[in-house]
């Protein structure tokens, strides 16, 4: 009982969030960063049994059916909406809070290189988003930085700096366009556009 009323409120949540969501069964078989998200529930799990290379091998399936990847060990909070998905990418110290939207081509990727690697081994790599957060297509969010509530990453923005509660990032690098004034706006803005 308790997984069927996640799962709709998992559905509302994406109803909310996408017009195109008439059906949950809709949903279900034809969303792929819903499938994406259900196939990470199950390797992170494994991944936390420490049976990593069968993590690994469904992370890898659930890439080559949605062309989303995320790594079993990314924590991932309530109601991630990853909408239309191909190209997403998810790292592996990667944190995710709840009620997050990402659009397609979205990188939360890490800029340690590759050189002594075996020294980056436990160390926070990725980023790590707040609740509310937006992220537009083709953003990338680069390295350990914090992405705090309500904030907006317009679409194509690198960001490779904090970002405060409900700022609005653009441009290459990211630079902040909103100081927040009063109560944050955790409302859905598509794309992460919105008014100034």
């Not at 083709?138 to 405060?164: E, M």
Request: aromatic fraction near 6%; charge should be positive.
């Amino acid at each position: 009982m308790l997984l069927l009323d996640n799962l709709k409120k998992y559905f509302e949540s994406v109803k909310s969030r996408d017009p195109a969501a008439t059906s949950l069964l809709l949903v279900i078989l034809t969303y792929p960063g819903v499938k994406a998200v259900f196939f990470h529930r199950i390797a992170n799990f494994i991944w936390g049994l420490n049976i990593k290379i069968i993590a690994r091998m469904i992370s890898q399936l659930s890439r080559f059916l949605t062309g989303i990847e995320i790594h079993p060990a990314a924590k991932i909070g309530r109601n991630l909406f990853i909408d239309h998905g191909m190209g997403v990418v998810i790292g592996e110290t990667t944190e995710i809070g709840d009620n997050v939207t990402l659009y397609h081509g979205v990188t939360l990727g890490g800029i340690s290189p590759a050189i002594k690697s075996s020294e980056q081994v436990g160390v926070k790599r990725h980023p790590t988003l707040g609740n509310d957060v937006i992220v537009g297509s083709g953003a990338q969010i680069l390295g350990p930085v914090f992405v705090k509530d309500c904030a907006r990453i317009g679409s194509n923005a690198v960001v490779t700096k904090d970002v405060p509660k409900g700022g609005i990032m653009v441009g290459i690098p990211a630079k902040n366009i909103k100081a927040p004034k009063g109560k944050l706006d955790s409302s859905f803005a598509p794309y992460a556009v919105t008014k100034k």
